[in-house]
Each structure stands twice: as structure tokens, then as C-alpha cells.
Nanobody, 115 residues
Framework: QVQLVESGGGLVQPGGSLRLSCAAS????????MGWYRQAPGKERELVAL???????NYADSVKGRFTISRDNAKNTVYLQMNSLKPEDTAVYYC?????????WGQGTQVTVSS
């Protein structure tokens, strides 16, 4: 049974920083995609950033230049460094792994940007 456990969310003032982590436990290997999505109240879930096994990264336009995704394959962990946070970044953030035919989601972690 594979589980993704997220950490690092919280309350931060505008302009502040947070670092999210997501680690996989259980039997999982050859993770091709590691990504972060977010869902704000009343809105659909959207892709924030992803990193492929070869290192290719992709970001939503709204976070380019502010967020950085990285992965540690040895630890089956993905990170999201979020800088210059804005109130519109407030959402529940979910990590997502794709490994072979398996698609896995974390439970979500709340990020609130407010003064």
C-alpha cells in the first residue's frame, strides 16, 4: 500500500516563504512524474508544478519565478519551495506521483497567505 505524506503547510504573511514536502511510503519505484496541485475554495484543482524523472520541470504561469519544485529519488520525495507568496496562493496543496500504472495522491496540506 503506497501512501503519500505531505508536510510544510501553514499560515504565512504575503511575501513570505514556505517549503512543502511529500514523501512516499510503501512499495513504489520508477516514479516518472512528481507534481504539486492546488485547489482553492470554489475552484477546480490545478497543476502548480511537476518534475519528471529526467529532471524536466513545468510550472503554472502564476507561480513561475516564485516556486521551485525538486525531487530526491533516493527518498521518493518531492519538494515545493514557495517564495514571494501572495494571498491568491491560498489553497489546499496536493502532491501527486505517477509510477507505472499507479497514480497516487497525498491527503492535502493547507497553505494560507494572509496578513
Amino acid at each position: 500500500q503506497v501512501q503519500l505524506v505531505e508536510s510544510g503547510g501553514g499560515l504565512v504573511q504575503p511575501g513570505g516563504s514556505l517549503r512543502l514536502s511529500c514523501a512516499a511510503s510503501g512499495s513504489i519505484s520508477s516514479i516518472s512524474h512528481m507534481g504539486w496541485y492546488r485547489q482553492a475554495p470554489g475552484k477546480e484543482r490545478e497543476l502548480v508544478a511537476l518534475v519528471l524523472s529526467g529532471g524536466y520541470t513545468n510550472y503554472a504561469d502564476s507561480v513561475k519565478g516564485r516556486f521551485t519544485i525538486s525531487r530526491d529519488n533516493a527518498k521518493n520525495t518531492v519538494y515545493l519551495q514557495m517564495n514571494s507568496l501572495k494571498p491568491e496562493d491560498t489553497a489546499v496543496y496536493y502532491c501527486n506521483f505517477i509510477a507505472g500504472a499507479g497514480i497516487y495522491w497525498g491527503q492535502g496540506t493547507q497553505v494560507t497567505v494572509s496578513s
